[in-house]
């Protein structure tokens, strides 16, 4: 037996499995207590020890997770991976994988990938999280962690605990801060990094009190700290999946069968990407309910941990074309929407869009907005606040297109480059490769040290690298009429 492959953890020894070389996975290895029975609905419970070897040699399955929302943003499939379809699921869900790359002599930057899929679907399993090729690519530890979703994660409960799935994602950074060391890590050196929901989290657990000392940096790729739903929209979400369910107390939500409420959770949410997204509307978010998050996230940045935060340019375009004739809406409607965020003069706004753009669509227009609104204007907000409170913030666009010019720069095109998938959809050219390179530079030298290669980003100069795009750094929000229709936030 390699004496590599046994790691002892401090809730009993793992044995793992050769991985690229002189690489190990280590698969399947619980946090938590499986969260089922009288636990469904409750914080997670730390993983009970066993005395013999366990095999981890094997993925545990996906989180449960079924129909609803808008596909790529909830869907059972992401779009940009056409293999990465999750066919094996449960409610005992709470277990991680860790990739160590060859032996090392000195401790090895750790990544705490957290996955995205709009809250509602998604795994901690390659295909859809390639930890392997992350920690090839990199050269640090990395760690993909399950973590409880839609309903099951987020459903908000007046009484009861909420926000079980970031309560989850707490739990695993305190299984890796306590054990990492043992695989080769750095415990002073993990890096809580994620695309879309994945990234909406971190936004939450930067502020949260429980996760305070469990990780070091922080990378987000299309997400922010903005993903909160009002409390009252997710009471009334709440009311209505027990209506749906029809039970009478919520105590009853734990022997209805797991199937109906995969089924039904979807009923209670949007399946629109404006809808779901701008203020008041439906989907599955972080709650402040004054314990587990007690402010809004972007109030509670502390700035002591360096941020990386970036974009894609088109974020909102593959939502356009998945939904097809369902996203055009006339113009008065999209004037809808940009009021719904406090623009007081939104033909104004889509005159500026349509000149940034040159187009009148429409539907091209409500791309712009909405990739505006939910990603990139945002992110921009997060950065800020992480400068107000001492600390500092780099920022990037990604501008590259993979897959061409009618999906450009979409919302998870970066998944291709920092999990070594462009052969996949044929883009392996040396072009793309360069821009591969150079994601993967910028996360390297900000593993190491917190610095990806380029100056902070200051408000009103060109400080955000463009990664993929004809100038190498950009202002972001570009200086041009949506701006000045747009007024900047606090």
Same mark, same amino acid.
């Given at each position: 037996m390699d004496d590599r492959l046994v790691v002892e953890t401090t809730e009993g020894a793992v044995r793992g499995v050769a991985d690229d070389g002189n690489g190990r996975c280590f698969r399947g290895i619980p946090f938590a207590m499986p969260p089922v029975g009288d636990l469904r609905f409750q914080p997670p419970q730390p993983a009970p020890g066993w005395s013999d070897i366990r095999s981890a040699e094997h993925y545990s399955p996906?989180?449960?997770?079924?129909?609803? =929302?808008?596909?790529g943003d909830g869907g059972s499939t992401f779009p940009t991976?056409?293999?990465?379809?999750?066919?094996?699921?449960?409610?005992?869900?709470?277990?991680?994988?860790?990739?160590?790359?060859?032996?090392?002599?000195?401790?090895?930057?750790?990544?705490?990938?957290?996955? =995205?899929?709009?809250?509602?679907?998604?795994?901690?399993?390659?295909?859809?999280?390639?930890?392997?090729?992350?920690?090839?690519?990199?050269?640090?530890?990395?760690?993909t962690i399950n973590y409880r979703l839609a309903a099951l994660g987020h459903l908000f409960l007046e009484g009861w605990s909420s926000n079980l799935a970031l309560q989850d994602q707490?739990?695993?950074?305190?299984?890796?801060?306590?054990?990492?060391?043992?695989?080769?890590? @750095?415990?002073?050196?993990?890096?809580?990094?994620?695309?879309?929901?994945?990234?909406?989290?971190?936004?939450?657990?930067?502020?949260?009190?429980?996760?305070?000392?469990?990780?070091?940096?922080?990378?987000?790729?299309s997400g922010n700290a903005s993903r909160v739903i009002d409390r009252p929209v997710a009471a009334a979400m709440a009311a209505d999946l027990l209506d749906a369910l029809r039970v009478d107390e919520p105590e009853q939500l734990r022997t209805v069968p797991l199937r109906s409420i995969l089924e039904?959770?979807?009923?209670?949410?949007?399946? @629109?990407i404006g809808e779901r997204n701008l203020p008041g509307g439906r989907a599955w978010g972080t709650v402040v309910d004054g314990t587990v998050v007690p402010v809004?996230?972007?109030?509670?940045?502390?700035?002591?941990?360096?941020?990386?935060?970036g974009a894609t340019r088109d974020e909102v375009r593959i939502f356009r074309l998945l939904a097809g004739d369902a996203f055009a809406i006339p113009m008065p409607r999209v004037h809808d929407e940009m009021r719904r965020i406090g623009?007081?003069?939104?033909?104004?706004?889509?005159?500026?869009?349509?000149?940034?753009?040159?187009? =009148?669509?429409?539907?091209?227009?409500?791309?712009?907005?909405?990739s505006d609104a939910v990603y990139r204007r945002p992110a921009i907000d997060l950065v800020r606040a992480q400068l107000a409170a001492g600390g500092t913030a780099h920022h990037f666009l990604l501008e590259d297109e993979p897959c061409g010019s009618r999906m450009g720069a979409f919302h998870g095109s970066d998944l291709l480059f920092i999990f070594d998938k462009l052969a996949q959809v044929d883009a392996a050219t040396p072009a793309h490769l360069a821009v591969r390179t150079t994601l993967v530079d910028a996360w390297k030298a900000?593993?190491?040290?917190?610095?990806?290669?380029?100056?902070?980003?200051?408000?009103?100069?060109?400080?955000?690298?463009?990664?993929?795009?004809?100038?190498?750094m950009v202002i972001e929000p570009p200086a041009d009429e949506v701006r000045r229709c747009w007024p900047e936030r606090g």
């Open positions: 996906a989180p449960a997770q079924g129909s609803g =929302g808008l596909a991976f056409p293999t990465a379809a999750i066919t094996t699921t449960s409610e005992d869900c709470l277990y991680l994988n860790v990739w160590t790359p060859a032996a090392s002599s000195e401790p090895l930057p750790v990544v705490v990938w957290i996955f =995205g899929g709009g809250l509602e679907a998604g795994s901690a399993n390659p295909p859809y999280s390639d930890g392997s090729a992350l920690s090839r690519l990199t050269g640090a530890v990395v760690v707490v739990c695993a950074l305190g299984w890796v801060k306590r054990n990492i060391e043992r695989f080769g890590g @750095d415990p002073d050196n993990i890096i809580v990094a994620g695309q879309s929901a994945g990234a909406f989290s971190i936004g939450t657990l930067l502020g949260m009190p429980s996760a305070r000392g469990l990780f070091a940096k922080a990378i987000l790729h039904l959770q979807g009923t209670v949410v949007s399946g @629109d809004h996230p972007l109030h509670a940045i502390t700035g002591d941990v360096p941020l990386l935060v623009v007081t003069d939104p033909a104004a706004l889509a005159d500026a869009y349509i000149a940034r753009i040159g187009s =009148g669509d429409p539907a091209d227009v409500r791309v712009a907005f909405l900000f593993l190491w040290k917190g610095d990806p290669g380029w100056t902070p980003w200051q408000p009103g100069a060109p400080s955000s690298r463009a990664i993929g795009g004809t100038n190498d």
